[in-house]
Antibody, heavy 116, light 107 residues
Framework: QVQLVQSGGGVTKPGASVRVTCRTSGFPFTTYGFSWVRQAPGQGLEWIGR????????KYGQNLQGRLTMATDTSTSTVYMELSGLTSDDTALYFCARDRGQLDLWGQGTLVTVSS | EILLTQSPGTVSLSPGEGATLSCRASQSLEKRYLSWYQQKVGQAPRLLMYGASTRATGIPDRFVGSGSGTDFTLTIITLEPEDVAVYFCQQHYDSRTFGQGTKVEIK
């Protein structure tokens, strides 16, 4: 079945880090890139970065440079996103999406809540 | 960074009416690099249109995309109740950015 299934996230404290996992299935993993998109409560979509599953090349959005790390595991067709130095502004629903320029397949979203 | 400005913020129409959603880019995207998404409440976004005018798999033909350069339009020819959602445009000409969204409501 062609899908992206996310896990991780949850409630974390300011200053901590969070990791979100995106397990893919049903398509050739290394022929795609993957983007991460977040959505703060009641807000629009913010693209935060992209990784190539072919060669691991990354491109991060300007807003999160230095705090964001993306990685892939080709043996399990999984994409990872880790965000450090969390503040309340990072509270959002985080989505992974298959990236062909257009984002044609999305995970279900993972809520990250930053709260002391 | 390429900015995308969507208008109007909200559109409220009766079933069967047509809706026109606009997306303006701060620089030219040519044609291939603009996509549209539909996000219903509590759901992940869904790709509607890519390359400005190509419908994604399973998207009904009442959704029509047009435009090139800096001005793009998503038209819903005849609004159905299930079209209630927020619609976002997105560019991938230079990195990726989203517009702020247009909310479509039923009167």
């Amino acid at each position: 079945q062609v899908q992206l299934v996310q896990s991780g996230g949850g409630v974390t404290k300011p200053g901590a880090s969070v990791r979100v996992t995106c397990r893919t299935s049903g398509f050739p993993f290394t022929t795609y890139g993957f983007s991460w998109v977040r959505q703060a409560p009641g807000q629009g979509l913010e693209w935060i970065g992209r990784i190539s599953a072919y060669n691991g090349d990354t491109k991060y959005g300007q807003n999160l440079q230095g705090r964001l790390t993306m990685a892939t595991d080709t043996s399990t067709s999984t994409v990872y996103m880790e965000l450090s130095g969390l503040t309340s502004d990072d509270t959002a629903l985080y989505f992974c999406a298959r990236d062909r320029g257009q984002l044609d397949l999305w995970g279900q979203g993972t809520l990250v809540t930053v709260s002391s | 960074e390429i900015l995308l400005t969507q208008s109007p913020g909200t559109v409220s129409l009766s079933p069967g009416e047509g809706a026109t959603l606009s997306c303006r880019a701060s620089q030219s995207l040519e044609k291939r690099y603009l996509s549209w998404y539909q996000q219903k409440v509590g759901q992940a976004p869904r790709l509607l249109m890519y390359g400005a005018s190509t419908r994604a798999t399973g998207i009904p033909d009442r959704f029509v995309g047009s435009g090139s350069g800096t001005d793009f339009t998503l038209t819903i020819i005849t609004l159905e109740p299930e079209d209630v959602a927020v619609y976002f445009c997105q560019q991938h000409y230079d990195s990726r950015t989203f517009g702020q969204g247009t909310k479509v409501e039923i009167k």
